[in-house]
């Protein structure tokens, strides 16, 4: 596996002299970009990000730039609202009984045939559009739109989206003719559109009138392949895994603190890289 890093070596060494310690590491060059490569994959699990630079850092030597962006295969639930009244998906009948403790004395027979007039579709949690848009009479002409938030910024392309179907399988709406949808808020008001907004956060609308009525299960329901990533890795970025990766050097005693270092300590010096390394990325939380 590439040892792909979001900074160089020489902005660790950098930061490293910025902290008055030794610029350069003795040992094999391997233990720093080791240390820069574990703290970005940290980074990016932890701030839910990617960066890439497409030409690459040209200072780069012993660690790869990542050069385009990431894709990522999730399963995801469709939101159900929080709570549901006995009954209250039914579609309602002609006949009603009177008793209103009928629901409580009906049998399994009752119960069978209460399930027959269920509209699973009403459970539905709505994000975007009338809360009301699922109870008859449905107009499917305005779309109904309930929200997955993805589980990375950034989102740039729909690869693959799978739709559970009445019969149980999936549907591939963005491979499929019969359904219309992308990245971008341009894509708003077709079956399936994902926002991206100004903090990188990106939410996956689905119309709900576009699935099947009778849907089997709402758990695992949505698979989807896309890729994400932010091009151009920010100066802080770079900084903030430079300071992170040298916090490590100095724990693990790879880098030898001078006498005269105006420290207390080991730990207080890796206490120092690592609070300027979460000052830098504070404008990503």
Avoid at 86 to 99: D, I, Q
Avoid at 133 to 138: A, D, I
């Amino acid at each position: 596996m590439a040892d792909v890093g979001y900074c160089t070596t020489e902005d660790l060494r950098r930061a490293l002299r910025k902290a008055n310690l030794p610029g350069d590491v003795n040992q094999d060059p391997q233990i720093a970009v080791d240390a820069i490569v574990s703290r970005t994959d940290w980074l990016e699990k932890t701030y839910s990000r990617h960066w890439y630079e497409p030409d690459g850092i040209s200072e780069a030597s012993d660690v790869d730039i990542p050069t385009s962006a990431n894709t990522r295969d999730d399963e995801e639930d469709i939101a159900t609202r929080a709570g549901m009244v006995h009954g209250a998906s039914e579609n309602e009948r002609h006949r009603t009984r009177k008793n209103s403790d009928a629901l409580l004395e009906a049998g399994p027979r009752y119960e069978r045939r209460r399930k027959h007039y269920q509209d699973p579709k009403e459970e539905i949690r709505i994000a975007f559009g009338r809360p009301e848009s699922l109870e008859p009479p449905v107009d499917d002409t305005v779309p109904a739109y309930t929200r997955i938030t993805l589980a990375r910024k950034d989102a740039k392309t729909i690869n693959t989206l799978s739709v559970v179907n009445d019969q149980g399988g999936f549907d591939d709406w963005a491979a499929s003719n019969d359904y219309s949808g992308g990245v971008g808020n341009q894509h708003r008001g077709e079956d399936y559109w994902a926002r991206v907004n100004n903090g990188g956060v990106s939410e996956l609308y689905l119309d709900v009138h576009a699935m099947d009525d009778d849907i089997p299960s709402f758990s695992n329901a949505v698979y989807i392949d896309f890729d994400y990533g932010h091009e151009g890795i920010p100066r802080n970025v770079r900084r903030a895994v430079a300071n992170w990766a040298a916090a490590d050097l100095v724990e693990e005693a790879v880098v030898e603190i001078p006498q005269n270092a105006t420290v207390y300590g080991v730990d207080t010096k890796a206490e120092e890289l690592e609070r300027k390394a979460e000052e830098l990325m504070e404008v990503y939380e």
